[in-house]
C-alpha cells in the first residue's frame, strides 16, 4: 500500500495545478480551535441535581449505555475525544456543569469557585474554555419565560445568573490566557398566539442593558448573543428571534451567534456570512445539523456544512468567526457522535481552504459562469482525503476510520461499566 506521504504528495501536486498550497491549508487548518459542546457527554444533564429534566424547548432523545454520571466520567469522555480529533481546540460549558458537591448555589449564586477543578483541567489540557449561561431546566424557567419574563422578580433572578456567568467567563479567560466567549441563548417564546410580543421584547432588551451595564475585560472574555426561530413550546413566539439579536448586536458591538439549527430549514446560514460582516467585526456560530423539526443531530460533512465554511473561508473570515459544536444525540455511542461531528467541521474547513478561489473568481468576475461551474464540481472528487489522513497522521491521531476501533474499546473497557 502507497505510504499516506506519498498519496499526500501526489495530492499536493494535483491541487497546486489549480493555485491551491496544501501546506498553506493545512497551516490555517492547524490554527483554527473548534469549542466542544460538553453537554453531548450527558444529554444535557449537568450537576446541579434540581430535579427538574430538561425543558425550554430542548430535547436529548435515546437510552444509548455509557452516559457520563458526574464531573470525572464526563472529563474522562472529553479527554478521549480530544485525543481522536486533530488539532488543539477548546470546551464549550454550559453554567448548570459547575462543581457543586461541596459548593452548592442556585444560579444566581454561582461563582469562579464552582468551576476551578475545570479551570486547573483546562489549564492540565492546554486548552481553552467558552461559557454558556443556562436558562433552562429550572423553576424560575417553568414559565417559558426568564429574561423577557413579565414577572420582574423572575426577570432580576436570571439577570443575576447572567452577570454571575460574565463574572466567571472573565476569571476563566484570566486564570487561562485566553479569552472566554460568553454566550447568551435564552427559551423565552410562547405556544400560541401572543399579544404581548412588544412588551416581551422590550423587557428582553432592558434586562439585556442591566447585564451589559457591567463591563468586564475583554481581553479575557467577550459577550455572544443568539437567537431562535422556534422550539418545543415556543412554536408561535420568540422573544429573542433573529431580527431582534441582530439589531441588538450591531447597536452594542457584540458577538451574533448563528446557530445552523435555529433557522427555518430551507434557509441559508451560509448565505447570512457575507450580509452580517458588513456590520459585525465577529460571529459565533454553533454548527448543528437540522432534521424536521429538530436542531441537534451529529454534524456531517454535508452541503451544509460544506457550504458555511466555504462562505466564511471565501469572505476571508476565517480568523473572524468562532466556531463551536452544538448537537446531543443520545442514541448512539456519544463518544462517537462526538468524534464524528468535529472531524466532520474540520474536514469541511479543509475542503473549503483547498478551493482554488482565485481561479474561481476570475472566471465569475469574467462571466465565465460554464467554466466555474465545472471547476466546482471537478473539486468534488479531487484527493480531499488523501491530505485529510496526512493531516491526521501529522496530528498523531486515527486516520480513516481507524478511530471506530479505539471507541469501541472504550466503550467495551469504559462505558459499558457505568
Known amino acids: 500500500m502507497e505510504s499516506r506521504e506519498k498519496l499526500y504528495e501526489s495530492a499536493k501536486e494535483r491541487y497546486a495545478e489549480y493555485g491551491v498550497d496544501t501546506g498553506l491549508a493545512l497551516k490555517q487548518l492547524s490554527e483554527v480551535k473548534l469549542s466542544l459542546h460538553c453537554w453531548q457527554a450527558d444529554d444535557v444533564g449537568g450537576f446541579e441535581n434540581q430535579g427538574i429534566g430538561l425543558d425550554g424547548g430542548l430535547a436529548a432523545t435515546g437510552n444509548y449505555p455509557g452516559k457520563a454520571r458526574n464531573m470525572t466520567e464526563l472529563k474522562n469522555d472529553l479527554f478521549k475525544?480530544?485525543?481522536?480529533?486533530?488539532?488543539?481546540?477548546?470546551?464549550?460549558?454550559?453554567?448548570?456543569?459547575?462543581?457543586?458537591?461541596?459548593?452548592?448555589?442556585?444560579?444566581?449564586?454561582?461563582?469562579?469557585?464552582?468551576?476551578?477543578?475545570?479551570?486547573?483541567?483546562?489549564?492540565?489540557?492546554?486548552?481553552?474554555?467558552?461559557?454558556?449561561?443556562?436558562?433552562?431546566?429550572?423553576?424560575?424557567a417553568s414559565s417559558g419565560f426568564t429574561l423577557a419574563?413579565?414577572?420582574?422578580?423572575?426577570?432580576?433572578?436570571?439577570?443575576?445568573?447572567?452577570?454571575?456567568?460574565?463574572?466567571?467567563?472573565?476569571?476563566?479567560?484570566?486564570?487561562?490566557?485566553?479569552?472566554?466567549?460568553?454566550?447568551?441563548?435564552?427559551p423565552d417564546g410562547a405556544k400560541e398566539i401572543t399579544v404581548n410580543r412588544f412588551k416581551h421584547r422590550e423587557l428582553l432588551k432592558e434586562s439585556l442593558d442591566k447585564i451589559m451595564s457591567v463591563k468586564m475585560n475583554p481581553d479575557f472574555m467577550r459577550d455572544a448573543i443568539e437567537s431562535k426561530l422556534f422550539g418545543i413550546g415556543s412554536e408561535s413566539f420568540v422573544a429573542g428571534s433573529h431580527e431582534f439579536?441582530?439589531?441588538?448586536?450591531?447597536?452594542?458591538?457584540?458577538?451574533?451567534?448563528?446557530?445552523?439549527?435555529?433557522?427555518?430549514?430551507?434557509?441559508?446560514?451560509?448565505?447570512?456570512?457575507?450580509?452580517?460582516?458588513?456590520?459585525?467585526?465577529?460571529?459565533?456560530?454553533?454548527?448543528?445539523?437540522?432534521?424536521?423539526?429538530?436542531?441537534?443531530?451529529?454534524?456531517?460533512?454535508?452541503?451544509?456544512?460544506?457550504?458555511?465554511?466555504?462562505?466564511?473561508?471565501?469572505?476571508?473570515?476565517?480568523?473572524?468567526v468562532f466556531l463551536g459544536?452544538?448537537?446531543?444525540?443520545?442514541?448512539?455511542?456519544?463518544?462517537?457522535?462526538?468524534?464524528?461531528?468535529?472531524?466532520?467541521?474540520?474536514?469541511?474547513?479543509?475542503?473549503?481552504?483547498?478551493?482554488?478561489?482565485?481561479?474561481?473568481?476570475?472566471?465569475?468576475?469574467?462571466?465565465?459562469?460554464?467554466?466555474?461551474?465545472a471547476l466546482l464540481e471537478e473539486m468534488k472528487t479531487f484527493p480531499l482525503s488523501a491530505v485529510w489522513d496526512y493531516y491526521c497522521e501529522q496530528n498523531g491521531v486515527p486516520v480513516g476510520a481507524d478511530y471506530i476501533k479505539s471507541i469501541q474499546m472504550y466503550e467495551s473497557e469504559v462505558l459499558n461499566g457505568r
Not at 162 to 171: H, K
Not at 271 to 283: C, G, M, P, W
Open 81 to 140: 475525544v480530544f485525543s481522536l480529533i486533530p488539532g488543539r481546540h477548546r470546551l464549550s460549558l454550559h453554567a448548570f456543569y459547575g462543581d457543586f458537591k461541596d459548593k452548592p448555589a442556585d444560579r444566581d449564586a454561582i461563582g469562579p469557585d464552582n468551576f476551578r477543578t475545570w479551570v486547573e483541567w483546562a489549564k492540565h489540557l492546554k486548552i481553552g474554555i467558552d461559557f454558556n449561561s443556562t436558562f433552562f431546566s429550572h423553576p424560575k
Open 149 to 186: 419574563s413579565l414577572d420582574k422578580s423572575v426577570r432580576d433572578f436570571w439577570i443575576e445568573h447572567a452577570l454571575r456567568c460574565r463574572e466567571i467567563s472573565e476569571y476563566i479567560g484570566r486564570e487561562l490566557h485566553s479569552t472566554c466567549i460568553h454566550n447568551i441563548w435564552i
Open 245 to 320: 439579536y441582530l439589531g441588538y448586536a450591531v447597536k452594542n458591538n457584540m458577538i451574533l451567534t448563528i446557530d445552523i439549527g435555529h433557522f427555518h430549514p430551507t434557509e441559508s446560514c451560509a448565505d447570512k456570512v457575507s450580509a452580517l460582516f458588513q456590520y459585525i467585526d465577529n460571529l459565533l456560530f454553533h454548527v448543528t445539523r437540522g432534521v424536521r423539526w429538530d436542531s441537534d443531530h451529529v454534524v456531517l460533512f454535508n452541503d451544509p456544512t460544506i457550504e458555511l465554511m466555504q462562505e466564511i473561508v471565501w469572505a476571508g473570515k476565517l480568523d473572524k
Open 325 to 373: 459544536l452544538d448537537y446531543f444525540d443520545a442514541s448512539i455511542n456519544r463518544i462517537g457522535a462526538y468524534v464524528i461531528g468535529v472531524r466532520a467541521a474540520l474536514k469541511s474547513i479543509l475542503a473549503s481552504l483547498l478551493s482554488p478561489v482565485k481561479i474561481l473568481r476570475e472566471y465569475e468576475e469574467k462571466g465565465r459562469n460554464f467554466e466555474k461551474l
